[in-house]
């Protein structure tokens, strides 16, 4: 019988072990799928060229990647600077100050801000969004614009990450002890000076882990953005400036002009840079967290 039960145990455990691998190796296989589409544009052009270029003229057999990984860099920073600070004081006051009563009725809200399509973030947008930069903030700025730009597509996209970081950094001050917060207070500090000194000290590393999650959520997004940023080929120089992120480029073309030599490819390249971006931000977010987490045991 204990045999038995040791055999049974044995084996859950590698099964276990198995799909974990399997989910491990899906990155892997889509990393090589998107390097192996992508060989004949590497073949035909330099890397330098094509993600340092701004050229993108597919019909002349020019494929310069650099407007679009700009667009994405531009639209995606935006929508950290509007979303985190949002997120983190929202998170503190659900997790140190709101009453019970109060969280169960803000919970759902923040649940459903997470399930709206982004379709419909985007109409919203279009609605909302771009006539107010239009009308309202360009002119502040003696700006002309149609306030279809990186900043419409930063807003919409802040907006949409907001839940998903308010969610983990809720979770994370969650599991910091309440005799530490007990134990700064003994001592004469304030709430608000234990929340800053003994609170977000601890759960720095979940901070940054949720901040992580969103902008990897933010470098994906497609429809939302694809319908207010504005869709120009371009670099851009202001937050007034039309873009094209990368996830619109993908979802805009892909099926559309593959009768264009090497535009396959391209689009495979351009969702190969993505992958990479979003892969190495991960890997720098870890090392980062790691380095938090030894000082902190420290």
Same mark, same amino acid.
């Given at each position: 019988?204990?045999? +038995?039960?040791?055999?049974? *145990?044995?084996?859950?455990?590698?099964?276990?072990?198995?799909?974990?691998?399997?989910?491990?190796?899906?990155?892997?296989?889509?990393?090589?799928?998107?390097?192996?589409?992508?060989? @004949?544009?590497?073949?035909?052009?330099?890397?330098?060229?094509?993600?340092?270029?701004? #050229?993108? /003229?597919?019909?002349?057999? /020019?494929?310069?990647?650099?407007?679009?990984?700009?667009?994405?860099?531009?639209?995606? $920073? =935006?929508?950290?600077?509007?979303?985190? @600070?949002?997120?983190?004081?929202?998170?503190?006051?659900?997790?140190?100050?709101? /009453?019970?009563?109060?969280?169960? =009725? $803000?919970?759902?809200?923040? #649940?459903?801000?997470?399930?709206?399509?982004?379709?419909?973030?985007? !109409?919203?947008?279009?609605?909302?969004?771009?006539?107010?930069?239009?009308?309202?903030?360009?002119?502040?700025? +003696?700006?002309?614009?149609?306030?279809?730009?990186?900043?419409?597509?930063?807003?919409?996209?802040?907006?949409?990450?907001?839940?998903? =970081? $308010?969610?983990?950094? !809720?979770?994370?001050?969650?599991?910091?002890?309440?005799?530490?917060?007990?134990?700064?207070?003994?001592?004469?500090?304030?709430?608000?000076?234990? =929340?800053? %000194?003994?609170?977000?000290?601890?759960?720095?590393? +979940?901070?940054?882990?949720?901040?992580?999650?969103?902008?990897?959520?933010?470098?994906?997004?497609?429809?939302?953005?694809?319908?207010?940023?504005?869709?120009?080929?371009?670099? @851009?120089?202001?937050?007034? *400036?039309?873009?094209?992120?990368?996830?619109? %480029?993908?979802?805009?073309?892909?099926?559309?002009?593959?009768?264009? @030599?090497?535009?396959?490819?391209?689009?495979?390249?351009?969702?190969?840079?993505?992958?990479?971006?979003?892969?190495?931000?991960? !890997?720098?977010?870890?090392?980062?967290?790691?380095?938090?987490?030894?000082?902190?045991?420290?």
């Amino acid at each position: 019988m204990l045999n +038995g039960r040791i055999i049974k *145990d044995r084996l859950t455990s590698k099964i276990l072990l198995i799909f974990t691998i399997l989910i491990s190796l899906i990155v892997i296989i889509i990393g090589v799928e998107l390097f192996y589409k992508s060989q @004949p544009i590497i073949k035909s052009n330099s890397l330098q060229e094509l993600i340092f270029s701004k #050229d993108w /003229h597919p019909l002349k057999g /020019h494929f310069g990647m650099l407007s679009f990984i700009a667009g994405t860099a531009w639209v995606t $920073i =935006i929508a950290v600077i509007i979303a985190v @600070p949002l997120c983190l004081l929202t998170a503190i006051y659900l997790s140190e100050y709101v /009453h019970k009563r109060v969280l169960k =009725i $803000i919970n759902p809200f923040i #649940d459903i801000l997470a399930g709206i399509p982004s379709v419909i973030f985007g !109409v919203w947008g279009i609605i909302i969004i771009v006539p107010f930069i239009r009308f309202n903030i360009a002119p502040l700025f +003696g700006v002309s614009t149609t306030g279809y730009n990186v900043l419409a597509g930063g807003i919409i996209l802040g907006i949409m990450i907001i839940p998903v =970081i $308010i969610s983990v950094m !809720v979770e994370v001050f969650k599991t910091i002890p309440v005799e530490l917060r007990e134990a700064s207070l003994s001592l004469g500090a304030t709430k608000w000076q234990t =929340i800053k %000194l003994v609170v977000l000290k601890k759960a720095k590393p +979940g901070i940054i882990a949720a901040i992580v999650l969103g902008v990897s959520r933010a470098l994906g997004e497609t429809m939302a953005v694809l319908m207010v940023v504005g869709n120009m080929v371009q670099v @851009p120089t202001s937050v007034f *400036d039309s873009a094209y992120p990368l996830p619109t %480029l993908i979802a805009n073309n892909y099926g559309e002009m593959l009768s264009i @030599p090497m535009y396959d490819s391209a689009l495979m390249f351009a969702a190969l840079v993505l992958f990479i971006i979003v892969v190495l931000f991960n !890997v720098l977010s870890r090392i980062i967290l790691s380095r938090i987490e030894r000082k902190l045991r420290a």
